[in-house]
């Protein structure tokens, strides 16, 4: 079967005034198609600028990535990914509900308001569908996103950090909503910081630092004889010193 | 050609920036119109019993078209490069990368929102003037060429609109856009035309003003409007379409290559 994503040694560099970052270097991974993968790192391990270039938002540099064998950035593999980014938007003008159908539309869905509903639902969100996103506190924010990046049903997930700034409780319902997604066959890549998340959600974990694979197998594999999914992280991540 | 779904994101990108301007119509509207009632009152009313008539029209009559034109092509400008900024800011704009919608129809579609958004600017205008006409000389204004003012009004608007799609992108700050606009855009307006007819200028002047693709935009509407004109009307048509298809690269170019990061 085609895998939902096959990267494969990629480099993604970041042009600055009189240097260049590489932010991502030499990187292969494949994903299969139903997995709920965790992709964890420190800070500045490379985590979005990978699943930036994934949705073609900054250009990389070398190496190819394909999204079930689409090349990243063509109509095909842009219609089969959604995503949450790491930082918040917030629309100036608009409401919940107009950003869910403005979005819908860009993906060639008209009349979405059924799928639209569904989500703000299950997101609980429905009593915001028609508030302004710039008055929704920042865990509102994070729902919609989530709900933005549903609307036209992806393949694929990416979550770059979903569960920052979302109180426990809705954290529960985010994660129970996560996992009925991918048990009705969405591909799902999340990154986060709460590493018991990822222990618990996924079975895949790829740990990557200063741009580079440390890492990658069944997540039980990873934490082998140690106490938990944290302290197998930390192990593999001391060796090599803080990012630059 | 693009297909249904291709149509369908290109006219959610269109609503959205029709409805943005909507939205803060006090600002994107109404204050245009203001402005260009100030000019009619200061310079239509109080000047027109000293400048003699221009082309043969009163001289509130000659500016009529002009206040028209400015407006228009001035908001068309700001639509597109504000939108841009703004979205920038909030980091919303990332969404037309992510899509599956192509740079033309993304292009196409903020250069229409810039046109709409001119287009009812120039119409508020043109009534506003049309009443002042009749207030003051007991009749209304004839409009001379009725197509032909939607005809170069959208040329126009779409020069300008392609023009600030490009500032929006180059821009990293609303002061970039500010001093675009007022050190390039309004001389080039203001030097285009608006208030006097070309003739009166120094033959070395008119030269220069040949240069102006401005001239060619308010010749055109002013024609349209009062029927005569400093420009021929063709010559007018050629060049505004000349430079559509110039700032229209330079939109397209600013869409398929310029950066959608949030700052
Ligand atoms: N726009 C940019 N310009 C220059 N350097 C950048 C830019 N974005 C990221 N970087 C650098 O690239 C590296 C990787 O950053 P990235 O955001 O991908 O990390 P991350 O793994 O997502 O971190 P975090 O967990 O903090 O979100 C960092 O060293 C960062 O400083
Ligand atoms: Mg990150």
Not at chain 1, 33 to 49: I, M, Q, R, V, Y
Not at chain 1, 85 to 107: D, R
Not at chain 1, 136 to 154: D, N, Q, W, Y
């Amino acid at each position: 079967m085609t895998p939902a994503l096959h990267i494969q040694d990629l480099r993604i560099e970041y042009r600055l005034k009189d240097d260049v970052k590489v932010a991502v270097e030499r990187l292969s991974l494949t994903i299969e198609h139903g997995e709920l993968f965790a992709l964890l790192g420190p800070n500045g391990a490379g985590k979005t600028s990978m699943i930036s270039a994934m949705v073609s938002l900054i250009p990389f540099q070398g190496g190819e990535i394909k999204i079930f064998d689409h090349p990243a950035g063509t109509v095909a593999a842009k219609k089969c990914i959604g995503l949450v980014p790491q930082e918040l938007v917030s629309y100036g003008f608009f409401t919940v509900n107009e950003i869910l159908q403005f979005v819908s539309g860009y993906y060639g869905i008209l009349n979405n308001q059924k799928r639209i509903d569904y989500l703000l639902e299950r997101l609980q969100l429905q009593s915001q569908k028609n508030k302004l996103v710039s008055q929704l506190s920042g865990g509102m924010k994070r729902r919609m996103l989530i709900a933005k990046a549903l609307v036209h049903s992806p393949k694929i997930l990416l979550l770059d950090e979903p569960s920052a700034g979302v109180d426990v409780e809705l954290r529960t319902i985010l994660w129970d909503f996560v996992k009925e997604l991918n048990a009705s066959g969405m591909t799902i890549i999340l990154t986060t910081h709460y590493l018991e998340e990822a222990q618990r959600l996924c079975k895949r974990t790829a740990i990557m630092d200063h741009g580079k694979l440390l890492a990658m197998d069944y997540t039980d594999k990873i934490i082998a004889d140690e106490k938990n999914l944290e302290e197998a992280f930390l192990k593999l991540v001391k060796k090599r010193g803080p990012n630059a | 050609m693009p297909n249904l779904e291709e149509w369908i994101g290109f006219q959610s990108v269109l609503k959205k920036e029709i409805l943005r301007f909507w939205k803060v119509k006090s600002q994107t509207v109404f204050s245009p119109m203001i402005n260009a009632a100030l000019y009619l009152v200061v310079f239509g009313l109080s000047l027109s019993n000293v400048v003699p008539p221009q082309n043969g029209f009163s001289y509130t009559e000659f500016l009529i078209p002009g206040l028209a034109a400015m407006a228009a092509l001035n908001n068309a400008l700001q639509n597109s490069a504000s939108s841009i900024m703004i979205s920038k800011f909030h980091g919303d704009l990332q969404d037309l990368r992510i899509v599956p919608l192509s740079h033309n129809l993304i292009a196409l579609a903020y250069v229409i929102a810039c046109i709409v958004r001119g287009v009812i600017v120039a119409a508020a205008v043109l009534f506003l003037g049309e009443l002042v006409v009749f207030l003051k000389e007991g009749h209304w204004m004839a409009i001379a060429h009725p197509q032909g003012f939607i005809l170069f009004l959208c040329l126009g608007c779409a020069i300008f609109g392609n023009l600030g799609i490009w500032i929006g992108f180059i821009s990293r700050t609303f002061d970039h856009i500010a001093a675009f606009t007022n050190f390039i855009i309004l001389p080039l307006i203001y030097l285009g035309g608006v208030f006097f007819s070309l003739k009166i200028l120094h033959p070395t002047w008119q030269t220069v003003a040949t240069f102006n693709p401005l001239v060619y935009i308010i010749n055109g509407i002013r024609w349209s409007l009062l029927g005569a004109s400093d420009v021929s009307a063709p010559l007018c048509a050629l060049v505004s379409v000349l430079f559509v298809a110039i700032t229209g690269a330079l939109a397209w170019y600013s869409v398929k290559y310029g950066s959608y990061q949030r700052f």
